[in-house]
């Protein structure tokens, strides 16, 4: 902990969100995607959505990161690009990659809930780094736990764009509709993608070794390891073809 009372107390908040979250997802399928259903609310324009949403991690981060006296540190600047990496990419590229039905929206519920998270995501995590971890100078460069977190989150990173680029190419032009896919990490889960992204912001959270970053992970986990269960069940219903021998988010085990 900081000392910082809001600092403090928001990262508690996401530890006791992360329980809720999982605990209410388990049972209740968020409503986007192949779960989309009424009775959620007004909706917002999905590609509009998902850059109001995803955008404040972005910006907030940067924001609260420039405020620290140690921004100008090299182990800080690496987090820094490998935040912003992801959620550049997220915020204001990946909206206008997915292929979208004409007219289709997402209860904005989903999105506000989704955007506050992401601020006060941004904010603990940028604020970490340069304000609350003195650790972070040049000797972290060599440390083991910064090489390898970089390793993972590269490898998350690289499985979740692979993934993403494999769903995005399943529908030719015109084309509706689920189909199964194959190739990459689809030969072992459901949802490689989401296991990419729970390895990119474990990496992150090994190579800052921060309790922020441990939260990102608890709340990731807690939205896309029950998201991941529904969907794998969903294929297996709708497809009587599909692959027995995968699991839902991490091979061999769930």
């Known amino acids: 902990m900081t000392g910082n009372p809001v600092f403090d107390t928001l ?3 996401v ?3 992360a329980l809720i979250t999982i605990l209410v997802l388990l049972f209740v399928n968020a409503p986007y995607g192949r779960h989309q259903k009424g009775g959620w609310g007004p909706g917002i324009p999905v590609r509009i959505g998902w850059v109001l949403m995803e955008s404040p991690a972005s910006i907030l981060f940067l924001i609260f990161y420039l405020t620290g006296d140690n921004r100008a540190a090299l182990p800080c600047l ?3 690009f490998m935040w912003q990496l992801h959620y550049v990419h997220r915020a204001f590229i990946y909206p206008f990659q997915i292929k979208v039905k004409e007219g289709a929206k997402t209860p904005l519920l989903v999105f506000v809930m989704g955007s506050t998270y992401c601020a006060i995501n941004g904010y603990l995590n940028g604020s970490y780094i340069t304000h609350y971890a003195p650790y972070l100078n040049n000797d972290w460069l060599t440390d083991p736990r910064f090489i390898l977190g970089i390793a993972l989150f590269a490898y998350g990173y690289y499985l979740n764009k ?3 680029s494999i769903l ?4 030719k032009e015109g084309e ?3 189909k199964v896919p194959h190739g990459g990490g689809f030969r072992w889960v459901t949802m490689p993608n989401y296991l990419g992204e729970i390895l990119t912001w474990s990496g992150f959270a090994l190579a800052s070794w921060s309790l922020a970053g441990v939260s990102f992970v608890v709340f990731t986990m807690a939205n896309l390891v029950p998201r991941a269960l529904a969907n794998h069940k969903w294929y297996r219903e709708t497809f009587t073809d599909y692959p027995s021998a995968r699991k839902a988010i991490f091979p061999k085990l769930l």
């Open 162 to 164: 692979q993934s993403d």
């Open 78 to 80: 690496i987090l820094l």
């Open 176 to 178: 509706t509709g689920y």
């Open 11 to 13: 990262l508690l908040g």
């Open 15 to 17: 530890f006791a969100a």
């Open 168 to 171: 995005r190419n399943l529908r």
